[in-house]
């Protein structure tokens, strides 16, 4: 696969109004975008934390994506113009990786490509909230972040009780924060919890797949947004459906996990292999994307 435009089948025009509010829209588009991802496994660059690395490649390659953890400042004038999507993560940020970030990250505006940012733990210090108000000025395709990420980049300004890289924030909470970034930003803004926000600052639908253990296992979050770059990679032009899908598909993989999950740590494995198997009656039956408001 060379290019987006010429690879990836075109996605349908979008349905009046009263359909894409319910799950006659959404069930379908949910199934359309794995498929597609699963026929044409874009490849997906990601710079993200140390913790997230091995979960999140396995689920891009259980979602029919393929991962690729490159972050070296030598490699993305070679490797980012042939992704088909890019990830950025600042989980761990350290100042060696800043340089490397915002250079895919422009390299991916030059070419094209879509990119997403997960603005982990954005509160929790100066620095950091710097770095990632910094990302965005970069103009991400995506961000995807709990409700107190979304607060804190709204806000501007660092969280005096931030509890690090978990919310301290229902989703809920921070509704009208991701309606007013998404509108400065032009981003497709994404809250996770126990209902995802999507919202492109106009249009906001919630998405009410998953299940509350997804929160006990480290980096389902990280995974959800590589699993959205995966999405917009083959949909580039409808990001907010992609984001929207890519929400739900992840979620209901969790929901089908818990089946069998004893706890977290079999719920993690059991993710990744309903990932793997979703097919299109549960897709059909399960899927849940409403709007909200
Ligand atoms: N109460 C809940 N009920 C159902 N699903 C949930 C609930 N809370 C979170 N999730 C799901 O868990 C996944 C991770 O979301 P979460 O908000 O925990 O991300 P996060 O805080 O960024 O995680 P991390 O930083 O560990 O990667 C998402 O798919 C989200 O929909
Ligand atoms: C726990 C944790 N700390 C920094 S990154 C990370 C993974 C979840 O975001
Ligand atoms: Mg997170």
New binding site residues.
């Given amino acids: 696969m060379e290019d987006n435009k010429t690879q990836f089948p075109q996605q349908p025009p979008p349905p009046p109004n009263d359909v894409a509010e319910t799950n006659k829209f959404w069930a379908p588009q949910a199934w359309a975008h794995l498929q597609s991802v699963r026929r044409s496994s874009p490849l997906i660059q990601c710079i993200t934390n140390f913790v997230?690395m091995d979960l999140v490649a396995n689920v891009l390659l259980s979602g029919g994506a393929s991962p690729a953890m490159l972050h070296s400042v030598q490699e993305i004038p070679d490797f980012t113009p042939k992704t088909h999507a890019l990830c950025i993560n600042v989980g761990t940020l350290v100042p060696d990786w800043l340089p490397a970030m915002k250079m895919a990250a422009q390299v991916a505006n030059e070419c094209n490509k879509p990119w997403v940012l997960d603005p982990?733990a954005a509160g929790a210090s100066g620095f950091r909230l710097k770095a990632c108000l910094d990302l965005l000025k970069l103009r991400p395709t995506v961000v995807r972040?709990?409700g107190s990420e979304i607060m804190a980049l709204f806000r501007g300004s660092v969280d005096e009780n931030s509890k690090g890289?978990?919310?301290l924030h229902e989703s809920t909470d921070a509704i009208e924060a991701a309606k007013s970034l998404a509108q400065i930003s032009g981003s497709i803004v994404a809250v996770?919890?126990?209902i995802?926000i999507v919202t492109d600052g106009h249009r906001v639908v919630g998405v009410k797949n998953?299940?509350?253990m997804?929160?006990k296992i480290?980096?389902?979050?990280?995974s959800?947004t590589a699993l959205i770059a995966a999405f917009v990679a083959i949909d580039p032009l409808r990001p907010f459906e992609a984001t929207a899908t890519a929400?739900s598909v992840?979620?209901l993989a969790?929901e089908i996990g818990m089946d069998m999950a004893k706890g977290p740590a079999s719920l993690r494995m059991y993710l990744i292999d309903a990932l793997h198997g979703l097919d299109e009656a549960t897709i059909l039956r399960r899927v849940n994307i409403g709007k909200m408001l």
């Fill in positions: 997230s982990v972040g709990n890289a978990d919310s996770s919890g126990a995802d998953g299940v509350p997804l929160q480290t980096a389902t979050g990280c959800v929400l992840f979620g969790g």
